[in-house]
Structures are given as structure tokens and as C-alpha cells.
């Protein structure tokens, strides 16, 4: 069975959690057509407002800098912040907007950290993934080295990294070494597999999450996000005073 327990989840709240003492959303995909998430403006300003009603009062939105994939640099973010900015001025949302960067933990991010300051929101978190499928044989180095520089590495979703779900050390070394963790709501909702939920949710029951994210790329998202309010985990996340969103 594992570590971490069964995976069948807990039942669900009978209203659903209010998101606005979070305040504030760090991982999401809004500025249109640079990478999956958002692919017009229209449907960032829908995105948004949508949010808004959530409670949502900021949001850092994160675009995938990925080498072999997504090649944004911080000229192409910078420039598709200002014009989603000003469709937000123009649409009267009262939302506050930013941009830094999902960066996947590549040969390429080597490169880049080598060679540029690299995108950051808040007190100099830099939002991390990994791969899906193995992770780097030198993480812990490269964790090193970024808190050395004076970055705060944020670990993207750790809840979706499969070759971690059975061994609550590889988490527990990673929070050792001052590594925040940020869960996607959408998991919480079951969106991604039953496991991934309760992998969530464990974080959450070991005290190991630091930021909840939407991960909004699109309406489906959304309607995730909506669902994950059903939580109880959620609510006991935010009832913890534990989670840095609305410190950003």
C-alpha cells in the first residue's frame, strides 16, 4: 500500500471553501498564446475575472520556460504582462497582475542560471518542475546552489511526481533543505488521478505545503479549481495559517 496510505479520498464538505483569505494565486498560465495555457486574450480576461469572483485579489502569472518546448525569455513574458495588463485596465477588473516563470529544472535552466537573473515573484521565490518522469541525479545541488544565490526555490506541484508517492523521505529531505512546496488546487479535486489527490492531501496532513496554486491554463482548470472548494483538506490548509499566498 505504501507510505503514504490507500488513495481513496475523504468525503466532501457540504459548502465550499472561501478562497479569498488566500488572496493571492502564484502558478498559472495567463498571458495568451506563449505557452498551453491561455491562447487569446479574451480568454484570459474571462480567466480572470473568473478568478476575481473567487476571491482572488493578485495573481503571479507563471509561463513555462521549457528548452525543448516553450522558449519564452524574460523579454517575451514582459512584453504579454503589459498588453494582458492593459486588457484588465481596459475590462475594469480591480485584479493586480505579475509576472515570473514555471521553469523546468533542464539542461537549459542550467544555462540560464549561469548566465541571467532568472524570474522571480515575492521574496525571491523562483517557481521549479520537474520532470514527470525522473528527477534530476544533482537536485539537491542545484537547491543548494539557488539558496546559496539567494533564490527561495518553490517546488511546482510536488503531488504529480510519481517516483516520489511511495517514499515520504524524498519530500521530507527536500523541506529539510528549506524547499517550498506549492500544491495544485486541481489535485485536490481529483483532477489528475485519485493517487495525485491523496498524495495532496497527505502534504497537507504532514504540514509539508506552503502555496496552493491554480495551475490555470483554462476553463477546465477552473471548473477544477471550483470543485477542489469542496475539500476538506483545503479548509484545513487555510484554517492552519500555515499557507504564504496572501503574503505575496
Known sequence: ???????????????PVDLSSVAADMHSHLIPGIDDGSKTM???????????TLG???LVTTPHIISDYFKNTPEIITSGLEKLREAITVAGLPVTIEAAAEYMLDA??????????????GNNYLLI???AYTPPENLFQIFFDLKIDG?????AHPERYHYWHYNIDHYISLKDREIFFQINLPS??????????????????????????????????FDQVEKSRFSKHLEKLINSGKLLNNTL
Do not use: C, W
Not at 1 to 15: A, E, Q, R, V, W
Open 1 to 15: 500500500m505504501g507510505i503514504f496510505g490507500n488513495i481513496f479520498h475523504s468525503d466532501k464538505l457540504k459548502h
Open 42 to 52: 479574451e480568454e484570459s480576461i474571462e480567466l480572470i475575472r473568473s478568478l476575481h
Open 56 to 58: 482572488y485579489k493578485k
Open 108 to 121: 537549459g535552466f542550467i544555462k540560464k542560471y549561469k548566465s541571467e537573473k532568472l524570474l522571480t515573484f
Open 129 to 131: 518542475e520537474l520532470s
Open 151 to 155: 533564490y527561495n526555490p518553490i517546488l
Open 188 to 221: 485536490l479535486a481529483g483532477y489528475y488521478s485519485p493517487e495525485v489527490r491523496k498524495i495532496a492531501e497527505q502534504l497537507i496532513d504532514n504540514n509539508l505545503v506552503d502555496f496552493v496554486g491554480t495551475d490555470m491554463h483554462n476553463t477546465v482548470y
